[in-house]
């Protein structure tokens, strides 16, 4: 099929709120800007799954408190600098988001996304609804549909990317910037609240392209997902009404046995490590459940249980399961104060991001995360833009050779090769459940270990794996990344003999200053994973 060839100055990839402020921000500044995602945009991202809880300074919540919390959720990994940036432009980007049309309500300790009253729809789809209107009525280039498979970078800087668009055709972009702005990786893991199709790419983008990533074994699990057989595992939404009881098969009250107080919507906030590590320990004995009967009759009618009325299971009549799930990725690409990365031409923001959260994200940073940053991120890379022209003038198109380079490559992903062959959909769920088991909320050696041996036969069975279909080239990508995110994140875990903050090692308990402030620096080289520790940047 013949390769579509693109050029614009700058290419956001990803939909979710990061890009969006990205993409309208360059917009601004008179920049040609080109939007993809894997679907129509706004979709499938997981901030259309959000609360639509910002953490930031608001008339009860100063900007020292909102330091505070962040710092202690980390527990000393928060790159500071970072921390100090999203703080003091917090409140700005809210203001930004209210002039985009978004409703953002302060709500005394932060902030939170209007509804009309009575409505059970998302807050996440109330956010990116204003915004996606935005943009259809702006310059910016939309093309949903394309998953981008590699970074162009040549002579040291990017220079674009190249993707297929869902009916096969390749798709060679040339853009002077690239914002990555791809999300995290929840759905490697079996258990979790995120979209689907949130595969951790951007991840092995960054690491394909030259990039180091920083911390991925701090993963955060929220600790109340759904954990019916036969229903989504989706997020169980606060505010929770005090009525909830959280019991065990004997019907024991279990927040009493983890003396994490009454407080559940406190406790989801500011204790999310702590909570969902405590009930993943106890759902290994044992189911655990939540317990809405004794709620009353009009609670019901509100945001969230009117959320949950909707659905046939009947919520209000039984206690069922819940689980803790995988919900959010503290690690990710490294960037400055400017949303800059070590590689010149691209940029970063959102989940994809490194370093905010430390070991342990506090409740409503990351939408406020993507705020900030994707705003910061459309102006730096507008700024470089700009400066590329003053020195090099308008940019020229590809070369010829260049373009028979990459049309190569194309060719080599799809390739017929010989070969033995296990279906893509099993091998993937193969690794999410390996995922799930080996690097779980508590890990420890011997699993970890065994878990790095069970994934070393998966990934036989993904080389053999040919691209017959389109469709098993969308896959094959996916089981490359996943499984090389998860070799990451085992390997990552057994070499950090401690526990810190979302990070629980049953073999090592304790948290280790001593040893282990320090960061976890992941790189391919030559196509293997190498794992080294760095001292903090920041102190
Ligand atoms: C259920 C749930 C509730 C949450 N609630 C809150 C909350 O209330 N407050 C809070 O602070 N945080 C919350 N979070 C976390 C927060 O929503 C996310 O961290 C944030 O929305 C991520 O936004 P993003 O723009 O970085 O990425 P996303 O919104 O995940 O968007 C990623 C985009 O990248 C695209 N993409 C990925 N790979 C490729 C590729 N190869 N090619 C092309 N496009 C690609 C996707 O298609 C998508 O468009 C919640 C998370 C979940 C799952």
Partial sequence: ????????DIL??????????????????????LLVGKFAIGMGTNTSLANGAFTAASSGFSKENHLRATLESGRGLNQVKL???LIEKGPDAIKKLRDYGVPVLDK???????RPKGSSQLPGVLLIKPLVERLKNSSIRLLPGLVIFDLVVEGGEVQGALGFLNDGKPCLIQSRAVILSTGGAGSIYRRNDNQRSILGDGYTLALRAGLPLLDLEFVQF???????PRLSSFLLYPPYPREVRLLDEKGEDLLERFNIGRDLNQAVIMQRDRFSIALYQASQNGDVFFDLTQVPREKWEHYPLNFLKKSKFPFRERAFLVSPAVHFFMGGVEIDENGRTSLPGLFAAGEVVWGIHGANRLGGNALTECAVFGLIGGQSASEYVRQKEQEQGPSNLFSEDFIKKWDRKV????????????????????????????ASPVREEESLKEGLDRLASIEKGIEEVYPATLKDLFKKRDLENVALLLKAILKGSLLRTESRGSFFRKDFQDLDDANWLKNTCYRLEKGELQITHRPLKDF
Avoid: C, N
């Fill in 1 to 8: 099929m013949q390769m579509e060839e693109l050029s614009t």
């Fill in 222 to 228: 929220y600790p109340f997902v759904l954990g019916e």
């Fill in 411 to 438: 060719r080599a992903y799809i390739r017929k090769r010989r070969g033995t062959f296990d279906p893509p959909r099993d091998l993937l769920k193969g690794l999410k459940d390996l995922a799930w088991r080996y």
């Fill in 12 to 33: 956001v990839i990803g939909s979710g709120l990061a890009g969006l402020l990205s993409a309208l921000e360059a917009e601004r500044a008179g920049l040609r800007v």
């Fill in 108 to 114: 005394g300790t932060g902030y939170i996304v209007d």
């Fill in 83 to 85: 921390v100090k940036a």
